[in-house]
C-alpha cells in the first residue's frame, strides 16, 4: 500500500447502522442527508447512496462533522444502491 492510500483510509469514516426495534436507527459514516420527509430518507455514506423508508420518520440528531445521524420512526426499508452495473453485491463477490 502507498502512502497516499494510507492517508485515504484514515480520513474515509467507516459506515456502521444500529437498528432497534425497527424504530431507533444510528448511523455512522454518513457524507450527506440528500433529502427526509416522514416517509423517506435519502444518504450519503462512505459505502454508497442509502434509502430508509417508513412512517414518521425524523431525523432526532445530525452530526456532520463526524458523520453520525440518528433516525427514529417506524422504519420498513433499508435500501443501499450502486451506480455500478451489477449492483452493491456484485463487487463482493469478484
Same mark, same amino acid.
Given at each position: 500500500?502507498?502512502?497516499?492510500?494510507?492517508?485515504?483510509?484514515? @480520513?474515509?469514516?467507516?459506515?456502521?447502522?444500529?437498528?432497534?426495534?425497527?424504530?431507533?436507527?444510528?448511523?455512522?459514516?454518513?457524507?450527506?442527508?440528500?433529502?427526509?420527509?416522514?416517509?423517506?430518507?435519502?444518504?450519503?455514506?462512505?459505502?454508497?447512496?442509502?434509502?430508509?423508508?417508513?412512517?414518521?420518520?425524523?431525523?432526532?440528531?445530525?452530526?456532520?462533522? @463526524?458523520? @453520525?445521524?440518528?433516525?427514529?420512526?417506524?422504519?420498513?426499508?433499508?435500501?443501499?444502491?450502486?451506480?455500478?452495473?451489477?449492483?452493491?453485491?456484485?463487487?463482493?463477490?469478484?
Amino acid at each position: 500500500m502507498n502512502e497516499k492510500t494510507n492517508v485515504t483510509k484514515i @480520513n474515509q469514516k467507516s459506515h456502521t447502522l444500529s437498528l432497534c426495534d425497527r424504530s431507533d436507527m444510528q448511523i455512522g459514516g454518513v457524507n450527506d442527508v440528500s433529502e427526509f420527509s416522514e416517509d423517506s430518507i435519502h444518504l450519503k455514506t462512505t459505502m454508497g447512496a442509502m434509502t430508509v423508508k417508513g412512517n414518521n420518520l425524523s431525523v432526532s440528531k445530525l452530526d456532520m462533522e @463526524n458523520g @453520525n445521524v440518528s433516525v427514529s420512526g417506524s422504519i420498513d426499508l433499508i435500501q443501499y444502491h450502486s451506480k455500478e452495473k451489477g449492483g452493491f453485491f456484485a463487487g463482493l463477490l469478484k
